[in-house]
Nanobody, 115 residues
Framework: QVQLVESGGGLVQAGGSLRLSCAASENIFSMNAMNWYRQAPGKQRELVAV???????NYADFVKGRFTISRDNAKNRVNLQMNSLKPEDTAVYYC?????????WGQGTQVTVSS
């Protein structure tokens, strides 16, 4: 399975921005989808954004208009630009890849938004 490493998390004030990046150990061109999820303390993991191999994107309602997912196949990276952050965006953010060999997950990166 592909190895995924997230980076870019940190502490930011409400209204600020962060850019998360997910680096893959191999070519992501053939991945059916590369997704970002998040999990807040005491809550279930939830889907944040999806980008397919064809470049189609989809977002959870709670991030629409604020977050942008993109993929760089040449660099084997998937990014998540997060703007207008809110305290309720505080969570561990995970990258996941879905391909013919199944799903692969990263270890996550912490995002904390202070009010």
């Amino acid at each position: 399975q592909v190895q995924l490493v997230e980076s870019g998390g940190g502490l930011v004030q409400a209204g600020g921005s962060l850019r998360l990046s997910c680096a893959a150990s191999e070519n992501i061109f053939s991945m059916n989808a590369m997704n970002w999820y998040r999990q807040a303390p005491g809550k279930q993991r939830e889907l944040v954004a999806v980008i397919t191999s064809g470049g189609n994107t989809n977002y959870a309602d709670f991030v629409k208009g604020r977050f942008t997912i993109s993929r760089d196949n040449a660099k084997n990276r998937v990014n998540l630009q997060m703007n207008s952050l809110k305290p309720e965006d505080t969570a561990v953010y995970y990258c996941a890849a879905f391909g013919q060999r199944g799903a692969s997950w990263g270890q996550g990166t912490q995002v904390t938004v202070s009010s």
